[in-house]
Each structure stands twice: as C-alpha cells, then as structure tokens.
C-alpha cells in the first residue's frame, strides 16, 4: 500500500520552532521531488517548500529564512525544520511525494493525510 506518513505537528508558542517528518512507503519505485503544503481555514493549499531527488530546494517568500526543507533518500523521508513560527503559519501541513510505482508507470502525485500546525500563546 502506498502511504505518505506525517509527524511531527502540535501546538507551539510564537517564535517556537517544530519539526516535520515525512516517511515514504517502500511501495514506490522512484521517488522524485517532495514537499510540504499547507492549508489553513478558508484559504487554498499552498507550496511551502519543495526537494529535489538531486537536492535542490524551492520556498515560499513566506517561509524564506525560517524553514528548512531536507530529505533522506536512503529513508525516503523528507523533513520540514520551522523555525521563529508565527500564528499565520497556523495550518494543516501535507506531505507530497512525485513518484513511480513502476519503472513503466507514470509519476504522478501522492499525498499524506496531514498533520496539524498550531502557533499560537
């Protein structure tokens, strides 16, 4: 069964930081780039930050300087480090993987369940 599973989310202080973790299933065939998106109330998910297979990495102007996007190939984990948080990153955070099942399956978009953010005093 393919899954993407999430951690690491839960309440914190402004200025806190969190740490996000996201474990691939060994069900895929190749992993290309992954992500973290997030989604608060009423507004449309948005990418906070990408990771290449080669490790190059894409952030949004919002979380430039505060959050950290890494991956562990060996793993498939990718991880999302959120440093100085701020109550406007309060969200669901989602793990996104574009992967293979197959070498002759295309690659398409998989998705985690989500894990809760929560910056507030």
Sequence with gaps: QVQLVESGGGL????????????ASRSFFR??????????????????ASIT????????DSVKG???????NAKNTVYLQMNSLKPDDTAGYFCNADAKLSSWSPARAYWGQGTQVTVSS
């Design 12 to 23: 914190v202080q402004p200025g806190g930081s969190l740490r996000l973790s996201c474990a």
């Design 31 to 48: 992993i290309n780039a992954m992500g973290w998106y997030r989604q608060a109330p009423g507004k449309q998910r948005e990418l906070v």
């Design 53 to 60: 297979s080669g490790g190059t990495t894409n952030y949004a």
């Design 66 to 72: 505060r959050f950290t996007i890494s991956r562990d």
